[in-house]
């Protein structure tokens, strides 16, 4: 190697400067732009933690029934680990027919208007991106799930957040979003009973909407989950409304009611048309939902309603025992009528939901989700679940009541 | 409709030491409410005792446990339940089932060695009139009694927080 070979080398650089890698200018800008999850922080603070009780977890405390996790490890025993259709085991799109028959009174055919998916989330945006345009609007009303809005986004959609109200129990109202709604709303996301509040909707409140909806010729994204976790009276389904089952996109899935979060299973139901849409983007992105786990749907659906009933009804009482501390406690909450979760108000700490959710951690060790993590009218609100056995429930009711006695103070 | 009734038992069965106050909480009623309630299953003989689900494997009793199963003859003026009100009565029999299939009856006996029950069997159970063979077998440990898991596994852990 000779100098002036070096000297060469250096000129080349010099001339071709590669461009500084800068992995930001290459991320889509509306990932880039979309603000993590508001629990996100949580993790990052309790990480390293010891003795923390939860009120933050969005997901039963049982196990899998065992007759459940049985039946998948004997299918794998059996060697069913191969793809299944991409609209999932026939068997399990018949068996989630024939319960809508029977819970609902609505007629889907396993064929065509069922589609099983990895989780409702999955189905969530299917959903979304099945249906929406770039531009199109979809209403939101919050405090809900903290999925709707970026998956909205990530489908091309325009989220219009609208807030619900505590003097109206975290009801939608069709007051609440009328004056939303333009030439570009193409969908209307409905969640109940909710997370993070506990609301319900009667058929009587769901009519109300129905009304709006059928006027504005809106389609209705209606996620269900949770509609076995019913405390009073019985679940109603928004297609179940005259003229609705068309309009609805109907989700649900198994990771509440049969606590099974961990294996990813969900349906839609619907119309030919959206489901067959839907059924396109999963064919492409996922396939098929897992195998092991729609065989364990099957079990669940099949033989598990004892289990769902006797789990549903210690929900049940946690749910009085937790409500009845935080009057206690003297924490404003409307009762909550669905799902796992609490709601109350802590307003009257003068703190905003962030400052008390991160300094009830740090000083009592306490893990609750601040409200706003569900949208801005979450704020002034903390979510407990009280999916947590009732000896942790009144420890954290304890400790909870040692912070407020040290904000007092 | 709600079985009041059923809903506080299932609370106590879990739970002995639940108080009415407590109960009252958990399933939406006043104490007073619970407390009569209760009363009147415990008077209807419905709830029969307030028990300790104990693990004494755990302290070493010292004890051995046996389930017993009989083939019984029946005479004509007397059915099934005579004799099994009969072998009932020993403190060491703990539980006593009329059962179907190969066996008649089966019981569980506590004795304070294999010895010590097997006697008990021979002597004071297979020379009753009627009971036509025994079969005792001796319980080698147990995994679960009253619906209660006795083995120690730790439980996988949940994330603390999520949506």
């Known amino acids: ?409 | 409709m709600r079985d009041l009734a059923k809903e506080i038992l299932e609370v106590l069965e879990e739970n002995a030491r639940a108080t009415p106050g407590e109960i009252a909480t958990l399933v939406g009623l006043s104490e007073e409410e619970v407390g009569g309630e209760i009363k009147r299953l415990e008077d209807a003989g419905v709830i029969r005792k307030y028990m300790t689900m104990i693990n004494w494997e755990k302290i070493d009793d010292g004890y051995v446990y046996a389930i017993v199963e009989l083939k019984v003859s029946l005479h004509r003026d007397k059915g099934y339940d005579a004799i099994a009100e009969r072998i009932s009565r020993f403190s060491e029999v703990q539980s006593v089932r009329l059962i179907s299939g190969d066996h008649d009856i089966s019981f569980t006996v506590r004795g304070k060695s294999m010895k010590d029950v097997a006697f008990f069997v021979t002597e004071k159970i297979a020379t009753l009139e009627g009971v036509e063979s025994t079969c005792t077998h001796f319980v080698l440990k147990s995994y679960k009694e009253h619906g209660v898991i006795l083995y120690d596994r730790a439980q996988p852990k949940r994330l603390v927080v999520t949506a």
């Open chain 1, 1 to 409: 190697m000779t100098n002036g070979d070096i000297g060469a080398g250096k000129k080349r650089l010099a001339m071709e400067k590669p461009a500084l890698w800068r992995p930001d200018s290459h991320l889509s800008t509306t990932v880039r732009d979309m603000p993590p999850s508001g629990i996100r922080k949580f993790f990052d603070i309790v990480v390293g933690m010891e003795d923390v009780i939860s009120l933050g977890v969005g997901e039963p405390d049982f196990p899998t029934p065992w007759h459940i996790r049985e039946a998948c490890i004997y299918s794998l025993e059996g060697g069913h680990t191969s793809y299944t259709s991409n609209k999932g085991l026939i068997e399990l799109r018949e068996i989630l027919a024939e319960s809508a028959k029977e819970d609902l009174g609505l007629d889907y055919d396993p064929e065509e208007e069922v589609l099983i998916t990895t989780g409702v989330s999955e189905a969530v945006d299917l959903a979304f991106r099945a249906t929406l345009n770039p531009g199109d609007e979809v209403i939101v009303p919050q405090p809900c799930y903290v999925a709707y809005v970026p998956d909205v986004l990530l489908a091309g959609g325009v989220p219009r957040p609208v807030a619900t109200r505590l003097s109206e129990e975290f009801k939608l109202r069709p007051e609440d979003f009328r004056d939303e709604i333009n030439d570009r709303t193409k969908a209307l996301v409905l969640s109940y009973p909710n997370n993070p509040t506990g609301a319900v909707m009667t058929r009587e409140d769901l009519e109300e909407i129905a009304d709006l909806v059928a006027e504005k010729d809106l389609l209705v994204i209606s996620d269900e989950v949770y509609d076995k976790l019913t405390y009073d009276g019985k679940h109603t389904s928004f297609a179940q409304l005259e003229g609705m089952q068309e309009r609805t996109v109907l989700l649900n899935g198994l990771s509440k009611s049969c606590a099974m979060t961990g294996w990813r299973v969900g349906y839609a139901l619907g119309d030919p048309a959206i489901v067959g849409a839907m059924t396109k983007v999963h064919q492409y992105t996922m396939l098929c939902a897992p195998t092991m786990a729609q065989v364990a749907a099957i079990e669940a659906l099949r033989r598990g309603e004892a289990e769902v009933m006797a789990m549903k009804r210690e929900y049940d009482r946690r749910r009085r025992l937790f409500i009845s501390e935080l009057e206690r406690l003297g924490l404003p909450c409307f009762e909550p009528k669905g799902a796992f979760y609490a709601f109350p108000s802590i307003v009257g700490t003068g703190l905003s939901s962030e400052e008390f959710a991160e300094q009830l951690l740090k000083e009592q060790k306490v893990a609750a989700v601040p409200g706003n993590a569900f949208g801005e009218s979450g704020e002034g609100f903390i979510r407990c679940s009280y999916a947590t056995s009732r000896e942790e429930i009144l420890e954290a009711v304890d400790r909870i009541e040692r912070f407020l006695a040290d904000l007092a103070a």
